[in-house]
């Protein structure tokens, strides 16, 4: 990706605030919050940060820690049944429409966050 999207939309600061407003959500998710094995989120949110940080132009904090992103394989582990991946975007269509961005930057990372969720389904519902 450019980096020029990652500046558009106003760096860490933007995907801290999408990140967290995110996690608001997943944390009261009766389907969601057993996926996370931590008690704290806290790594959860910093590793969605920095991932997705990285995809849009920003740093590369995420692989200089954790190599190579390989989503569905970090993500096989989990039961992502299509209810599941309903959740998520549900949990991240509202933080997404938090950060208030322009049209084409919202529907920009909407579609690819909505793709991205789409690609880790592993299990029927």
Known sequence: MDELFFEQIGGTVTFTKLVDKFYE???Q?????PMYPEENLGPAKERLRMFLEQYWGGPHTYSEQRGHPRLRMRHN???ITPA???????HMK???DS???????HEMLWDYLERAAISLVNMAG
Do not use: H, M, T
């Open 25 to 27: 959500g997943v944390s």
């Open 99 to 105: 950060l208030e961005l322009s049209p084409l930057n």
């Open 29 to 33: 998710d009766p389907l969601l919050r």
């Open 77 to 79: 582990v989990f039961p």
């Open 94 to 96: 509202v933080a997404c």
């Open 84 to 90: 599941a991946k309903d959740a998520w975007l549900k």
